[in-house]
């Protein structure tokens, strides 16, 4: 038995582990209940398998075909983003959808039907997906596409890992004739400011999101920065090389992200933007994966670890329930220095369970200081819930089955399509 | 299926995790690749992959299976000729449940010392035709001092090592290298069931090292990674009076 970790270094669990590093190779015997484990870039517990086993497939690294001209990629479902960008942009092909790091594997981020910043304009990840090879646990092999086996495409799509094993996948990317994002730094001074951005944005810029500072209250709740982008449409060089990344080698110690610490932190960053208005172009690399430039930065939250609250509520005008949950964080004290607000589109998600819905999202961290903090996220529930808004099951660890019911109609549906053999400590908690 | 331009390596034992993400990096400098291993059909992936890492061509050769030597000479004419050869196959048993039975110290031999110098022989050999080539062998740094805890892969590879010295000693002077590779602790489906400490690294940096090895470096013995010299000049240098009664 091993100790795997999410994200957020937090529920602990135990789990045998068991590589899956071909793809051909039949589906393993296993005794206990499997969930497979791409990164382990989700936060909460629905990466994890207490007591049971994770098919880890970061061994099915493999690239199965790659058509220059029409920026169809075929490959492994433990490839990562990372490597699909290192392969794919030099020749001028993009990822449609992208996280908030590249250290996601194409499993992962269809088992969790993951978006960006580009959700208003484009959806979320499953809308680059062509098909997906799905292993069960009875040795069946189905090929899934909004043609073929639909319906377990779409419950795969978002399915928490729980339908059997994706193989490998084939995306469609989209084309891009420079590396670099004009980028529009706009300073905000309460929520306002963020409607009429996003608005103004929505037809003009591909990416758009806002970083909030947390901690700012009253009538300066929704202060921040709002960060607008398109690809650059001059062609230039695409080839590229990340920097070393720093690292944190070791967990750190429970001070470091006291309120002072994230104060002066939220200072440091707002000052990033000069004036009211700053404009520029800008690598992707930074542009869309600003924290993956530090290894393992989760280690800041110390060894007792962190939740991220995301939920999406619907906009109900400029002081609708975002401004009542942001102003609950602020009167709280309890905010980090991490905190992402944007407008989702109104696209139909495809799949059963998928998080991403019109409305306003909200992302923020939480260091791990026991009632206290378990307290004021109970107390969001009761705004997302009011206003019949949803949490993101990968990035929780903590919500309440009651409200996972509501904010995900079609589980029943899904539920039918798990397979027998699957199963996580996300899913278990929300079953008891 | 040969290109002018690009290098031909040969790899046996291609679906080792370390032989794997070495030929990844060749694939990416353009080379021909022929893959050899005991399961062709685990190699189809493989083949395709590297094509788009940008090899130039892969050719899938039938089964190699090191208990099968008759067949060795036979996949080595399918492949010639090839610029490179990089023999990674072996097998890392378990010390208590073969070390006292005669045949399976004698099968365990054949994997990780017979088969690969009957190999290295015959490579040799089409190389000093050629007047050109480069032998890599991963052997491990298990072979530089016998242990109570893996003593018959030790041996085998120990004579590996001594072997390839030898070899290289006689071909120096017709401009054939010879590349003795000598992994420490590697994170791959061998050493599975080990619990890994910091001392283990992942194929994929391993890769890096031989792919190194083969196609810039100078050096004839490559520690895999570099730190590994250090460990073994220490472990060596301890008096065989002390050395035999530690538990290591
Ligand atoms: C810094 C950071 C920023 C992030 N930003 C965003 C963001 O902007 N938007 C967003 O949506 N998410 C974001 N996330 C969350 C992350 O994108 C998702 O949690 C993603 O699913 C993680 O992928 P993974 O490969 O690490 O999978 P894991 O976390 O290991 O697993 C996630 C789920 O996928 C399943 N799974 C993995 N591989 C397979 C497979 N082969 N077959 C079937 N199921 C599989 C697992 O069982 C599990 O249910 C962010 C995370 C971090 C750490
Ligand atoms: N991992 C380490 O820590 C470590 C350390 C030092 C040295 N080494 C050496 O590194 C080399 C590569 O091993 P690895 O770590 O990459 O492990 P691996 O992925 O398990 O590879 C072992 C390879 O040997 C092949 N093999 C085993 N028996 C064979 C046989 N009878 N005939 C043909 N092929 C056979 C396997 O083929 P199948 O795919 O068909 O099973 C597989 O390709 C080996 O020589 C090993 O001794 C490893």
Not at chain 1, 10 to 16: D, K
Not at chain 1, 377 to 397: F, S
Not at chain 2, 122 to 141: H, N, R
């Amino acid at each position: 038995m091993s100790t795997p970790t999410s994200w957020g270094n937090l529920p602990h669990t135990t789990a045998t582990l068991l590589p899956v590093n071909r793809r051909k190779a039949a589906f393993p015997a296993v005794e206990d209940k499997v969930l497979p484990y791409g990164l382990g870039r989700s936060y909460g517990d629905s990466c994890l398998n207490d007591k049971g086993t994770l098919l880890l497939t970061r061994g099915m690294d493999r690239w199965i075909s790659f058509d220059e001209e029409t920026g169809i990629i075929c490959c492994e479902a433990g490839v990562s983003l990372d490597e699909i960008l290192r392969l794919a942009s030099p020749k001028g092909w993009f990822l449609p959808v992208t996280p908030g790091t590249r250290f996601v594997t194409v499993g992962g981020a269809i088992a969790n039907d993951v978006h960006g910043k580009n959700h208003h304009k484009a959806g979320s990840f499953s809308t680059c997906v062509l098909d997906f090879e799905l292993l069960r646990s009875d040795q069946s092999r189905t090929l899934c596409s909004r043609s073929k086996n639909a319906s377990l495409f779409h419950a795969t799509i978002a399915g928490l890992g729980l339908t059997g094993l994706i193989t490998f996948a084939t995306l469609q990317l989209r084309r891009i004739v420079s590396p670099m994002i004009e980028v529009e730094q706009i300073r905000m001074h309460h929520l306002n400011d963020f409607f009429r951005l996003a608005d103004e944005s929505n037809h003009s810029h591909e990416y758009t999101v806002a970083w909030i500072d947390g901690l700012a209250r009253g009538e300066s709740v929704g202060s921040g920065i709002f960060i607008r982008g398109n690809h650059a449409s001059e062609a230039s060089d695409l080839s590229w090389k990340a920097k070393k990344t720093a690292a944190i080698p070791l967990n750190a110690p429970s001070w470091l992200l006291q309120k002072q610490s994230v104060k002066i932190f939220n200072a440091l960053y707002s000052k990033k933007v000069k004036g009211e208005r700053q404009a520029g172009s800008e690598h992707f690399l930074p542009f869309f994966y600003p924290l993956d430039a530090v290894d393992n930065w989760n280690r800041l939250y110390g060894k007792r670890g962190f939740y991220q609250y995301q939920c999406v509520v619907p906009r109900d005008g400029n002081r609708g329930p975002i401004h009542e949950i942001l102003d609950r964080i602020a009167n709280s004290g309890q905010a980090s220095f991490l905190a992402v607000l944007k407008v989702f589109g109104d696209q139909k998600p495809e799949g059963l369970l998928s998080f991403a819905r019109a409305g306003v999202t909200l992302a923020m961290d939480f260091p791990n200081r026991g009632p206290k903090t378990l307290k004021l996220m109970n107390e969001l529930d009761e705004v997302v819930r009011q206003a019949g808004g949803a949490l993101y099951p990968a990035k929780d660890a903590r919500m309440n089955p009651e409200d996972f019911k509501m904010a995900y109609p079609a589980l029943n549906t899904f539920t039918e399509k798990i397979d027998p053999a699957f199963s996580s400590s996300f899913w278990r908690r929300m079953h008891t | 299926m040969t290109h002018s331009n690009s290098t031909t390596t040969l790899i046996l034992g291609a679906t080792s995790a370390m032989a794997e993400h070495s030929a990844r990096l060749l694939a990416t400098d353009g080379d021909a690749l022929f893959l050899a291993a005991r399961n062709p059909e685990d190699l189809a992936p493989m083949a395709e992959d590297l094509k788009v890492r940008g090899a130039s061509a892969v050719t899938i050769l039938p089964a190699f299976d090191a208990l099968k030597p008759d067949t060795f000479a036979d996949i080595i004419n399918q492949a010639a000729p090839f610029d490179r050869v990089l023999i990674a196959h072996g097998s890392l048993p378990d010390q208590e449940d073969c070390q006292d039975s005669l045949s399976k110290i004698k099968q365990e031999l054949q994997i990780n010392f017979q088969s690969t110098v009957d190999l290295c022989t015959l490579c040799a050999e089409k190389f000093i035709d050629q007047g050109s080539g480069t032998l890599a062998v991963i052997s491990s740094v298990a072979g530089l001092r016998g242990r109570q805890s893996n003593y018959i892969y030790g041996a085998a590879k120990g004579g590996l090592n001594t072997f390839l010295q030898g070899l290289r000693n006689r071909l120096q002077t017709k401009g054939i290298r010879v590349i003795t590779l000598l992994p420490g602790f590697v994170d791959t489906p061998m050493t599975a069931d080990i619990k890994k400490g910091p001392l283990f690294i992942s194929a994929e940096q391993a890769g890096i090292c031989i792919h190194k090895a083969i196609t810039k470096s100078k050096s004839d013995i490559v520690y895999v990674p570099s730190f590994w010299r250090f460990i073994m000049w220490i472990i060596r240098s301890i008096p065989e009076p002390i050395f035999k009664r530690l538990k290591l």
